[in-house]
T-cell receptor
Framework: QQQVKQSPQSLIVQKGGISIINCAYENTAFDYFPWYQQFPGKGPALLIAIRPDVSEKKEGRFTISFNKSAKQFSLHIMDSQPGDSATYFCAASPGSTLGRLYFGRGTQLTVWP | KAGVTQTPRYLIKTRGQQVTLSCSPISGHRSVSWYQQTPGQGLQFLFEYFSETQRNKGNFPGRFSGRQFSNSRSEMNVSTLELGDSALYLC????????????FGQGTRLTVV
């Protein structure tokens, strides 16, 4: 049973456009929501993370929006660049299980120049 | 600051054999988690170690085991390899406790033939 559902599976965006990836969860014990970026042949790299006490967090061109009541969160990549082409994973973790991350299935983003 | 180091990077093994993978966490990180990544199942949690003790375990058969040493380095072992064990095995290190950033290594690509 997938505890974190991610969509879309793949996304094609033109350079300069906005990329939006969505995730949803059911477990209300989740209280930490990171996003990871993975390039081929590399391990996932932490991009940005949010906790449910805030509704939005922005770091450069990357923004997480969080809707606690809907149990949804999303990643927005503004001014998407070809170098952003990678696979993005959302994840969630409940503090009670100490360090275990539940991952979404990933979104393969392609940014066309 | 050195990142998470996993060795070896690539392995080819035959069905029925066993394999040991190694992970050196970021200096000062005492929690090490292991994940299996496959195209079909995505990123799945194997287990987490802290202070040489397994704190959390995912839904994998007993053929998958691990351990952590006093210097926080960790190893995972897979016995009686099956074709379906072919995957990218990722190690992540973090400070102990939930809701802390987890940093991944580049992984070990295991191919079982």
């Amino acid at each position: 049973q997938q505890q974190v559902k991610q969509s879309p599976q793949s996304l094609i965006v033109q350079k300069g456009g906005i990329s939006i990836i969505n995730c949803a969860y059911e477990n209300t014990a989740f209280d930490y929501f990171p996003w990871y970026q993975q390039f081929p042949g590399k391990g996932p790299a932490l991009l940005i993370a949010i906790r449910p006490d805030v509704s939005e967090k922005k770091e450069g061109r990357f923004t997480i929006s969080f809707n606690k009541s809907a149990k949804q969160f999303s990643l927005h990549i503004m001014d998407s660049q070809p170098g952003d082409s990678a696979t993005y994973f959302c994840a969630a973790s409940p503090g009670s299980t100490l360090g275990r991350l539940y991952f979404g299935r990933g979104t393969q983003l392609t940014v066309w120049p | 600051k050195a990142g998470v180091t996993q060795t070896p990077r690539y392995l080819i093994k035959t069905r029925g054999q066993q394999v040991t993978l190694s992970c050196s966490p970021i200096s000062g990180h005492r929690s090490v988690s292991w994940y299996q990544q496959t195209p079909g199942q995505g990123l799945q949690f194997l287990f987490e170690y802290f202070s040489e003790t397994q704190r959390n375990k995912g839904n994998f058969p007993g053929r998958f085991s691990g351990r952590q040493f006093s210097n926080s380095r960790s190893e995972m072992n897979v016995s009686t390899l099956e074709l379906g064990d072919s995957a990218l095995y990722l190690c992540a290190s973090s400070h102990p406790g939930g809701n802390t950033e987890a940093f991944f290594g580049q992984g070990t690509r295991l191919t079982v033939v």
